[in-house]
Structure formats: structure tokens, C-alpha cells
């Protein structure tokens, strides 16, 4: 059994995706309490209806907020009998209820990675109207692709990182310069001057190149686009869809970046993603951002805590400042709508403010629940601003998409030559093989660059399950996150067969080792590690999709260096049993530097 519900901030059914063994046990459950006519049958890969979700399950979510608003101490998540587990995640003020029959560490990772996706497809307006059956269709087929395949068979997926293809230098340059020869015709001829330039072959990143202007990819970015690649292979060979990808953490305008992203199929197993920046940054940052300092501030009034209110306050009427100027200073010529919904939420903004002054002066009971009762207006004019502002710069984008066609085509052409190569390199990336003979006993490595979210690998189906049972790797990943979230960044174990090593580190842009002179063990101890972007509480989970724990994570490090200059890397290896803790260490360091050598000039 495995499902998710969201509720919006009414108890209300917003989203649903259960299976069938799910969707079964639920009717049964309606049935037993008289919500169902007895013998009702559900039709397969039919919704149940949201009536009988929000009875079942109303007590529970009652009580979470009642937890979260009254006690600031919401539940994570429910251990119940035969394996059922449930857990819970916020965000925006939905509240998203992860359900199965699987380990609580499990749920909560996919509940993470299913809220992440989420924010990937709606922005900042969740589940709203106004967005259409599309984005749902494709947060479903995303969720689905990832639970039931990738993550369970790809060990790029378990580990959330971009296999790397290695090609040659020449063919490697040839690749950029048709790419970048792309972006330039997409700049010259329709204006384009954020986009990005993405190629894959059978699922591993051949080359990204972006022009000048755009913003940088974060981690998760990547591998977001490379789940949606694989969620549409089924689909025609040329698809366009609106998304908001993240950014890098310590751009100004990270968090909500509007595109568009054309995804075209070539030959030979060829994958090429353009992306287009369309939005206004700094107006879409601001508007994201109020959004969470709104969900702070309803949270604060909620609990009653009157210490936290005025530096709420603040906070919100900074970002509601920075958007009414960004509104003015990149949105000149408006249309009628989207002039409209600007004076509307200009109306309600003073108003509110007025209230919030007042209150201030006298603390009130009754002015608070005034502003209580108008915040609910004001978070709808909020998106219907979010999504105006977002179609104005839209329509724009979307006249481009036959250029886009016309672009894959070119980039198709030029690599054509090449294309049945690439296809059989990709297939045989890299072998253990190569590596036995300068590493006896090596038995397998996993080499990650948490900093630009790409690794390599050897591929798993090239080593023999008799040699590596999958359960293993899976295993020791695992294994060695939950010493992750301790604070200890070098792991080595022994079970009967294998010798497991796994390290963390630290890099300069120049390759050089930082150290970190924190103790990370007693910090994480004596404070917890995790709080997510806009200073959401999330549980600390490695990886890139749930949060981006390792950039937090250097910059907790280094918090006087720029998150830009720290580079983190992560390796795993495995030898057969016989191989001493010291011979793994030294095996450890040499491969590093082997694996340097054949990538070549370009850093890894």
C-alpha cells in the first residue's frame, strides 16, 4: 500500500494519488463506518471521493494542526500495526500525509522528494485553480516514475545525483559548441537571454550549458529534469511544460524561477532539454518569499505567541514592500486583469497594515481576530497577483516553442554522426573492470559532487548480482546517512562478505581540502540540523530533492566563506571483506585522483 494526500488549510482533499491495494483498504474502511453504501466498488484508477477521505481522516490532520498551532510540536509521523506508517509534512499550508507500508526513514524521504516536486510544478500557489489539470497530471506521473522505478532500481536515484557520461575531449567540444551555437540562435533571434541547454543520453548528462544571464541550475534542478525526462518517455517526442525550478541557494533571486522547459527525443537515445527563463526574477522572488512569511506569521497568531508577531510583521511588510516595487519597476505596461488584481491587493495590504498597527498599540484580542479573518482575502489576491504577473511574461515565452522545434532539429543534425556512439558509450559508462587491476578488491565505487549534483559510477548491471547484491548498496547508503545526520562524515564497516567505506569532504574552487573545525557530532546534538529554505522546519534528510542538505551543510562548515567557493564531495566504495580498513583508505585516496585524471581538464 502507498498513497498521498494533501489537505489545504480547511481539512479539504487538494490532491490524492493512492494505489489500488490503498484505494482498497480506504473503502473498506468507508464501508465498515456506514460513509460508503455496503458493496460499492471502486473503479480501478478511479479517485475516491474527497468526502469520504476527509471523514476518515479528519481527526487525524485536526490534531496535527491542533499539535502545530497550540504546541509548536507537530507529529513527524505514526508507527501502526502490520507496517502501516503514516507521516506528515507542511508546506504553505497544505499538509501532506505520506501513507505505506514502509519504514518511517523511507516515508519520510519519499514525502519530502513528493513535497519537493510539488513546489517544482505550482510554485507558489499550491494545487491552485488556476494552474490546470496539467500540473497535476504531471506531479502524478513524476511521483509514480520515481516511487515505483527509479528509486527503488537507480542507484542515481538512491542517490539523487546525475550520472556523468565521459566522452572524449573532441567529442566533448563538439557537443558545447552545438549547444552553445543554440542558445546563441535562441538569443538572436528570439531574444532569449536566460536559457539553458541540457543533453542526455539514455539518462546520463552529456553536457549543460546556459547563457550569461540565466541563473545557475542547483543540484535538484537537474535531477528534477532528468525524473521529468524519464516520467515522459513514454510520451510524444516533443513536449513543453511550465515549471519553477529552485536555483542556486545563494542567488538573491533562488527559490521560484519560472520556465519553460521543451523536451525534444533525437536519435539514438539522445535527450535534449531547453529551458527558458521567462519570468522577472526579482518580482517572482518576492512574491515566493511572501508567501512563507505569510504561513509564519498565520503560525505565530495561531499559537498566540505576541513576542514573535511584530518581528512577523516586519518581516512580511518588507517582502510586501520589495514586490509592489518590483510590480512597478518590471511590470509597466499591465493588462487590465493583472491592473486590477494590483489594486486589489494594494487595497488589502493597507488595510491590513492599518489593523497590524493598531494592534500593536493596544494588543487587542479583537483586532487580532480582525486581521485573522481578512488574512484568507489577502493570501488570494497574493496568487492571483503570483499568477497574472507569471502570464504576462508567459505568453511571451510560449511564442517561441516552434523555435524551440526548429532548434532540437539543428542540434539533432549536427550530432547525428555521433549519435549511435553516444548510445553504446552510455550503455558501458564505466566498468569496474578497469579499476581491479590498480584496486584489488574493489568491488564497487560511488563518486558524488554534491556541489553541481553529478557522479559516477560503475554501471550496476555490468557487475554480477551474485557479487553485489543491490540490497547491499542500498543498504550501506542508508546506513551511512543516518551517520550523516549525526555529524560524522567518515563510516567504515565490516558485515560477513564486504568491507564498506564512505567519506565526505570538503574542496576550494582551486581543488584544494578545507577543514572544518567544528565538531559536527556535538553541534548536530546539541542543536538538530535541518531547517529548510524560508526557515521552514524539515526533518534532516541528505540529499538534493527533500532539501539541500549538503550546501546547508558547508555553509554551516564555512560560514565565513561564499557558498559558491565550497565545493562537497562524497565517495562510497566497497571491497570484498579481506581488504584492511587501511588498505580501503588508501584505495580511496588514489581513486580520487585516478578518476580526476579521466575526466580530464573539465572539473568534475
Not at 517582502?319 to 491587493?345: I, M, W, Y
Amino acid at each position: 500500500m502507498n498513497g498521498l494526500i494533501v489537505f489545504n488549510s480547511a481539512n479539504d482533499v487538494a490532491y490524492q494519488n493512492l494505489n489500488g491495494d490503498l484505494t482498497e483498504k480506504i473503502c473498506n474502511i468507508a464501508i465498515a463506518q456506514g460513509l460508503v453504501p455496503a458493496g460499492s466498488v471502486m473503479t480501478p484508477g478511479a479517485a475516491l471521493d474527497s468526502n469520504v477521505l476527509l471523514q476518515i481522516f479528519s481527526p487525524i490532520i485536526s490534531s496535527q494542526r491542533i499539535m502545530h498551532c497550540q504546541f509548536d510540536n507537530a507529529y513527524a509521523s505514526f508507527q501502526c500495526e502490520n507496517g502501516f506508517n503514516l507521516a506528515f509534512g507542511e508546506l504553505l499550508g497544505f499538509t501532506f500525509l505520506k501513507i505505506g507500508q514502509t519504514e518511517i526513514e523511507q516515508l519520510m524521504r519519499q514525502l519530502g522528494v513528493a513535497m519537493t516536486l510539488t513546489r517544482y510544478f505550482y510554485g507558489a500557489n499550491l494545487f491552485g485553480v488556476q494552474a490546470g489539470a496539467m500540473q497535476q497530471e504531471l506531479l502524478t506521473l513524476c511521483l509514480n516514475c520515481y516511487e515505483s522505478q527509479l528509486w527503488q532500481e537507480e542507484q542515481a536515484y538512491l542517490l539523487e545525483a546525475l550520472p556523468k557520461l565521459l566522452i572524449n575531449t573532441e567529442l566533448k567540444r563538439t557537443v558545447h559548441v552545438t549547444l552553445d551555437a543554440t542558445l546563441e540562435q535562441l538569443r538572436q533571434t528570439g531574444g532569449q537571454q536566460r536559457a539553458h541547454a541540457l543533453l542526455l543520453v539514455s539518462h546520463k548528462l552529456v553536457a549543460l550549458n546556459s547563457t550569461r544571464q540565466a541563473l545557475p541550475l542547483a543540484p535538484a534542478d537537474l535531477l528534477f529534469l532528468a525524473i521529468l525526462a524519464r516520467a515522459l518517455q513514454s510520451q510524444k517526442s516533443q513536449r513543453a511544460v511550465a515549471v519553477f525550478l529552485q536555483g542556486v541557494s545563494h542567488d538573491v533571486n533562488s527559490g521560484c524561477v519560472p520556465c519553460i522547459v521543451h523536451l525534444s527525443r533525437l536519435h539514438g537515445h539522445q535527450v535534449l532539454l531547453q529551458i527558458i527563463e521567462y519570468g522577472h526574477m526579482p518580482l517572482t522572488s518576492s512574491i515566493y518569499d511572501t508567501f512563507f512569511v505569510l504561513q509564519k506569521i498565520v503560525a505565530v497568531q495561531q499559537q498566540g505567541d505576541a513576542d514573535a508577531l511584530k518581528p512577523a510583521y516586519e518581516s512580511l511588510e518588507s517582502f510586501v514592500s520589495q514586490t509592489l516595487t518590483a510590480l512597478k519597476r518590471h511590470l509597466k505596461q499591465k493588462h487590465e486583469d493583472l491592473e486590477s488584481c494590483v489594486k486589489k491587493f494594494t487595497a488589502r495590504w493597507e488595510n491590513l497594515r492599518k489593523m497590524y498597527v493598531e494592534f500593536f498599540k493596544s494588543f487587542e484580542r479583537e483586532l487580532l481576530v480582525r486581521i485573522e479573518s481578512n488574512l484568507p482575502a489577502f493570501v488570494e489576491e497574493l496568487k492571483q497577483l503570483f499568477t497574472l504577473s507569471l502570464a504576462s511574461c508567459d505568453s511571451a515565452s510560449n511564442q517561441q516553442l516552434d523555435q524551440l522545434a526548429d532548434s532540437a532539429a539543428v542540434v539533432e543534425a549536427k550530432l547525428l554522426e555521433f549519435a549511435e556512439f553516444l548510445a553504446v558509450k552510455a550503455a558501458r559508462n564505466m566498468s569496474i573492470d578497469a579499476y581491479l587491476e590498480d584496486f584489488p578488491g574493489l568491488v564497487h565505487f560511488m563518486y558524488v559532487n554534491r556541489s553541481s549534483g553529478q557522479m559516477l559510477a560503475p554501471d550496476l548491471r555490468q557487475n554480477s548480482p551474485q557479487l553485489l547484491p543491490k540490497s547491499k548498496l542500498w543498504h550501506m547508503v542508508e546506513f551511512t546517512r543516518s551517520y550523516l545526520k549525526r555529524g560524522q562524515t567518515t563510516v567504515m564497516w565490516k558485515d560477513r562478505t564486504f568491507h564498506y567505506s564512505y567519506f565526505l569532504w570538503f574542496e576550494d574552487l582551486s581543488g584544494g581540502i578545507l577543514k572544518c573545525t567544528l565538531d559536527l557530532h556535538q553541534h548536530f546534538l546539541s542543536t538538530g540540523f535541518g531547517a529548510g529554505a524560508n526557515g521552514q522546519k524539515t526533518p534532516a534528510e541528505p540529499g538534493a530533492l527533500p532539501m539541500d542538505y549538503y550546501s546547508e551543510l558547508a555553509e554551516l562548515c564555512f560560514p565565513k566563506l561564499s557558498p559558491g567557493k565550497v565545493r562537497v564531495y562524497e565517495l562510497y566504495c566497497i571491497h570484498l571483506g579481506l581488504v584492511t580498513a587501511t588498505c580501503a583508505v588508501e584505495h580511496a585516496r588514489r581513486l580520487v585522483a585516478t578518476i580526476s585524471d579521466v575526466v580530464g581538464e573539465e572539473t568534475f
